[in-house]
């Protein structure tokens, strides 16, 4: 089956580090660009970041630009998002996304189930 | 960065009713690029519409998408009851980018 499981969130200080995780199993991880989506509570989505199916390019919001990482690890079909310098307005639930093409059309056709951060002291 | 704005922010509607969902951008976007999601309290966003006018797999023919350039819109032709929930539009670009929803809401 194919899904995207989320782990990693949690509780952490302002200024702080998180790496968050996202396994995709049932389908070839490495055939597909991968996106992070935020959604902070009781609020819409935002797009964060997207990686290329090689790892080769990345590219960031605005907002999380020169803090946040996007890698991953074809070899263990994994994504992952490295948060730096955590602010308090980070605190979200972070959505991995899979972005595949129908008939050339870009969607984002596959979400994990959210993991949550939530930056405060 | 092209804006998406959706209307109404709340729309209140009875099951078997017809909802419509505006999406307007604040520029042209290719239709390739628009996309509806549904998302539900509690759980992940769902792919409702690719290519402004295209369901996706499983998704109900009440469901439709159309429009093009700087309007376009979802509508549901009867309501059920497992429809009630947040819509979002979204263009892909170069900068992904989500309208602020629409929560439907049961009258």
């Known amino acids: 089956e194919e899904q995207l499981v989320e782990s990693g969130g949690g509780l952490v200080q302002p200024g702080g580090s998180l790496r968050l995780s996202c396994a995709a199993p049932?389908?070839?991880?490495?055939?597909?660009?991968m996106h992070w989506v935020r959604q902070a509570p009781g609020k819409g989505l935002v797009w964060v970041s997207r990686i290329t199916g090689d790892g080769s390019e990345t590219v960031y919001a605005d907002a999380v630009k020169g803090r946040f990482t996007t890698s991953r690890n074809n070899a263990k079909n994994t994504l992952y998002l490295q948060m730096n310098s955590l602010r308090a307005e980070d605190t979200a639930v972070y959505y991995c996304?899979?972005?595949?093409?129908?008939?050339?059309?870009?969607?984002?056709?596959?979400w994990g189930q959210g993991t949550l951060v939530t930056v405060s002291s | 960065e092209t804006v998406l704005t959706q209307s109404p922010g709340t729309l209140s509607l009875s099951p078997g009713d017809r909802a419509t969902v505006s999406c307007r951008a604040s520029q042209s976007v290719s239709s390739s690029d628009l996309a509806w999601y549904q998302q539900k309290p509690g759980q992940a966003p769902r792919l409702l519409i690719y290519g402004a006018s295209n369901r996706a797999a499983g998704i109900p023919d009440r469901f439709s998408g159309s429009g093009s350039g700087t309007d376009f819109t979802l509508t549901i032709s009867r309501l059920e009851s497992e429809d009630f929930a947040v819509y979002y539009c979204?263009?892909?670009?170069?900068?992904?980018?989500f309208g602020q929803g629409t929560k439907l809401e049961i009258k």
């Open positions: 979204q263009q892909y670009g170069s900068s992904p980018f």
């Open positions: 049932g389908f070839t991880f490495s055939r597909h660009w």
């Open positions: 996304t899979r972005d595949s093409r129908y008939g050339g059309d870009p969607t984002f056709d596959l």
